[in-house]
């Protein structure tokens, strides 16, 4: 079995007993929870793409390992062909969900930590790399969904790993066995750690000597004993819970963040990717980053063309759509989401094979991307409410336009060009509010900050990777300075 069908995808996810809490409950069947399915739903968009042939180039890859087609979320690029496909998948998934469809994480930590054990098995004469593509050839072949873990809570960021007050601030190997290690600490806003079959940790920063003990990589499936996680908040989340489904602006799709902690969790040696050797974790951390804010370049941008689309509507709806202010900040919008595409092609056009064999992207390229990422959705948020107008955050709820005595009123008042139904109308500014300060803005606005690494982290790769030495001999060169 290759590649699973959604449906499949579903109820594998189903046969899992994790350990899931929300407002301090125990969530007994997380699928079918009506908070969480929509984010269910985005992931499963994954697998149901991969099965349509007219997206087959784009949503699978021939494996070099199975010898099979396998999802692309679960391929080791093997060009620069493999990473420009990979963004033009994320571009329409996000298309298609308007929401973070989370499966990119485990794509982008398969390829970091696949590059990185080789490199450390050539100096160490270990056998991660071995370990590794033993994991890697069993997801593809079973099309699991791999979760890919890096944040650590952090405690005082201006303390070390091992100097902070509490010693699990960052997850650690507490105990080394014959046959495995155990680990303890918390991995923070897990995309998708719910919807996941196994999570991929890595350490969250590079590490010294004293730090070995948190330098650590491994691979468990999603309900080994010790691991639970806390769901995270969302604006707007419980509006799910409503029953209306107008209301909630993008109903069937959705992301998810979780705390997962593990409480001493058994790790067995064939699933271990690096155990102490604390020199390799900067390299791991710097390629997992690097690929992850290529993706960024690609899913922030299919979710863009939603909100694009969204705005446009609006202004088609009450009738400012020819005012040319209006044609002119959705070409603003257009500009902006399209420069981050370009940004996310350009750094994969641009990338090389790494020593292991498999490709990574411009590593320079991908961190100005992600650095855009960081402004431009921000920009297209509020060209987006500044076309919707006021209507986006006072509309009234689905019960009332529903209600026999204030529906007429508010289908009355509330109506744009005569031709465009009310209910329609509210339901464009529904989804625009969605995007911009619901559950989806999660997605679209804080995480553009913050996911892949908050702005100051690209600026510091910026900085190292930017060769201010070589510009200043281009410009001594050119005006003809010796020294
Ligand atoms: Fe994928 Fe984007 Fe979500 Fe990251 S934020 S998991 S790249 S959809
Ligand atoms: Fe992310």
């Known amino acids: 079995m290759a590649l699973m069908t959604g449906e499949q995808y579903i109820e594998s996810i189903r046969k899992l007993n994790m350990q899931v809490y929300m407002f301090g409950k125990k969530i007994d069947n997380p699928v079918d929870d009506p908070i969480l399915r929509p984010s269910l739903n985005s992931v499963r968009m994954t697998y149901d793409l991969a099965q349509k042939p007219e997206y087959q180039d784009l949503m699978t890859a021939m494996s070099p390992y199975t010898g099979e087609r396998v999802n692309r979320f679960t391929h080791i690029h093997q060009s620069t062909e493999d990473l420009v496909k990979k963004v033009k998948m994320q571009r329409l998934l996000g298309q298609q969900t308007a929401a973070c469809f989370q499966r990119c994480v485990g794509m982008d930590a398969f390829n970091a930590v ?16 071995e370990n590794f593509i033993k994991f890697a050839t069993y ?19 201006s303390k070390a790993p091992h100097e902070q007050a509490d010693p699990d601030l960052f997850l650690r190997i507490v ?12 991995k923070m806003h897990q995309t998708g750690a719910l919807n996941s079959h196994e999570i991929i940790i890595m ?28 769901i995270g908040r969302q604006s707007c989340d ?31 040696n064939e699933r271990i990717f690096m155990c102490g050797e604390y020199d390799f974790a900067g390299m791991l951390v710097e390629r997992f980053a690097g690929y992850h804010r290529q993706s960024y370049g690609g899913c922030k941008v299919g979710v863009g063309d939603v909100l694009i689309g969204a705005a446009a509507l609006a202004a088609d709806y009450n009738g400012a759509a020819k005012a040319s202010h209006i044609k002119d900040k959705l070409i603003e ?15 994969s056009a641009e990338g090389h094979p790494t020593e292991s064999g498999n490709y990574i992207i411009d590593l320079l390229l991908a961190n100005v991307c992600k650095q855009n990422v960081t402004r431009f959705p921000y920009e297209i948020v509020r060209l987006a409410e500044d076309i919707a107008g006021g209507l986006v955050v006072t509309a009234p709820s689905e019960a009332d336009l529903r209600d026999p005595k204030l529906g007429p009123v508010i289908d009355k008042y509330l109506r744009g ?25 999660v997605g679209y606005r804080t995480e553009s900050l913050h996911g892949a690494g908050s702005p100051q982290a690209q600026r510091i790769m910026i900085a190292r990777q930017g060769n201010l030495e070589h510009k200043k001999e281009l410009a001594k060169a050119i005006a003809h300075i010796k020294e």
């Open 175 to 186: 105990e080394r066995r014959p046959d495995g290690i155990v680990v303890r600490g918390a």
């Open 203 to 230: 350490p969250t920063q590079s590490m010294k000597a004293e730090d070995k003990d948190y330098a650590v990589s491994f691979a468990v499936p999603m309900d080994t004993d010790g691991i639970y996680m806390i």
């Open 238 to 268: 419980t509006r799910k819970l409503e029953g209306s489904e107008m209301d909630v602006g993008n109903s069937e799709f959705g992301g998810v963040e979780a705390l997962v902690v593990f409480d001493d969790v058994f790790v067995p």
């Open 417 to 441: 060009v005569a031709s465009v139904s009310t209910e329609n109308r509210l339901r464009i500014l529904r989804l625009i509010e969605n995007l911009a300060l619901g559950t989806a803005a």
């Open 114 to 129: 696949f590059s990185t054990t080789y490199e450390t098995d050539q100096k160490y004469g270990t056998h991660y790399h």
């Open 139 to 157: 997801v593809q072949e079973n099309d699991l969904t791999v979760d890919g873990a890096m944040t650590d809570p952090k405690g005082d960021r």
């Open 333 to 347: 919008m257009t500009h902006l989401n399209e420069t981050l595409y370009c940004c996310g092609i350009a750094c």
